[in-house]
């Protein structure tokens, strides 16, 4: 079945990097988008990054334009999240799901807190 397991979140100061990663299995990776998502308690999960299946078109939420970037390695199944000079209000868990499917596949999600 699909399975998706996201890591490399973390405590990361403002103005640090951070880079998660989104292992993803079950599925032929190839073929479907990525997105990352974020949520915080009381708030809905909100669209953070997506990328089409060849990795040549993305879209960002324009709270993290210009400071967060959506990867992918279609030989390793991975989608990644570098998160450069991130801000306090990007504290949340983040998840990755696969574009594509009828009901979204989630993984367990990844805590990144901002704070110094």
């Known amino acids: 079945q699909v399975q998706l397991v996201e890591s490399g979140g973390g405590l990361v100061q403002p103005g640090g990097s951070l880079r998660l990663s989104c292992a993803a299995s079950?599925?032929?990776?190839?073929?479907?988008?990525m997105s990352w998502y974020r949520q915080s308690p009381g708030q809905d999960r909100e669209l953070v990054a997506t990328?089409?299946?060849?990795?040549?078109?993305?879209r960002y939420a324009e709270s993290v334009q210009g400071r967060f970037t959506i990867s992918r390695d279609n030989d390793k199944n991975t989608v990644f999240l570098q998160m450069n000079s991130p801000k306090p209000e990007d504290t949340s868990m983040y998840y990755c799901t696969a574009v594509g499917f009828l009901l979204k596949p989630w993984g367990q999600g990844t805590q990144v807190t901002v704070s110094s």
């Open positions: 990328m089409n299946n060849v990795g040549n078109v993305t």
């Open positions: 079950g599925f032929t990776f190839s073929d479907h988008g």
